[in-house]
């Protein structure tokens, strides 16, 4: 069946530091793909979206390319700042008729930015 | 704008009570989902539904029940429960249900059964 495999957390890295979250998929047919964040206590909410291959997903300095020929859709950001902690989780979603587009999602990725 | 809420927010149960989780959006979206979150892994689908009156199980549907009288609300029922249900559960609206949907999620259930 589909899935999402996320690299494990968590992460830590400094103030300033560049941050890659390697996200890798399997799946069937043309998949949506999504990076959703997790604050503190907080629900998830959509970071970026990708629908269709070569689609590059950018929002709040964080960006992710749709790869089909790797099935990858790593997130990228140049310069993380504290307010970055958070959980991570790269998810894919397909419309299937009838049925709503729901969402597999990956186990999280845990990133803590220190000052 | 509310978008989508859940409440309670923390719950504490002991094994064999029921109780019932509440969530209600104001989007007017179709589509309504209930995942649960287990620590250090990603969120699973239990329930879901495309519309007033139509709901279907998704991955780990054993042990809840929902119904979907209003576009509004989607309510999770626990019957009996049990310490394996102990999670974080969240709610979640969408759209189109679309492939490329965005879903918007509540802030989430903290539940634990004891």
């Known amino acids: 069946g589909d899935s999402v495999t996320q690299m494990e957390g968590p992460v830590t890295l400094s103030e300033e530091a560049f941050l890659t979250i390697n996200c890798t998929y399997t799946?069937?047919?043309?998949?949506?793909l999504f990076w959703y964040v997790q604050y503190p206590g907080e629900g998830l909410q959509l970071l970026l979206k990708?629908?269709?291959?070569?689609d590059k997903g950018s929002n709040k300095g964080f960006e992710a390319t749709y790869r089909k020929e790797t099935t990858s859709f790593h997130l990228e950001k140049g310069s993380v700042q504290v307010s970055d902690s958070a959980v991570y989780f790269c998810?894919?979603?397909?419309?299937?008729?009838?049925?709503?587009?729901?969402?597999?999602f990956g186990q999280g990725t845990e990133l803590s930015v220190k000052p | 704008n509310a978008g989508v809420t859940q409440t309670p927010k923390f719950r504490i149960l002991k094994i064999g009570q029921s109780m019932t989780l509440q969530c209600t959006q104001d989007?007017?979206?179709?589509?309504m989902y209930w995942y649960r979150q287990d620590p250090g892994m990603g969120l699973k689908l239990i329930y879901y539904?495309?519309?007033?009156?139509?709901?279907d199980k998704g991955e780990v549907p054993n042990g809840y029940n929902v119904s979907r009288s209003t576009t509004e609300d989607f309510p999770l029922r626990l019957e009996l429960a049990a310490p394996s249900q102990t999670s974080v559960y969240f709610c979640?609206?969408?759209?189109?249900?679309?492939?490329?949907?965005?879903?918007?999620f509540g802030a989430g259930t903290r539940l634990s059964v004891l």
């Open positions: 539904s495309v519309g007033a009156g139509i709901t």
């Open positions: 990708a629908t269709k291959a070569d």
């Open positions: 799946a069937t047919g043309y998949p949506s």
């Open positions: 989007m007017n979206h179709n589509y």
């Open positions: 998810a894919l979603s397909k419309r299937t008729y009838n049925q709503g587009g729901k969402l597999i």
């Open positions: 979640a609206s969408s759209y189109q249900g679309s492939g490329g949907d965005i879903q918007y």
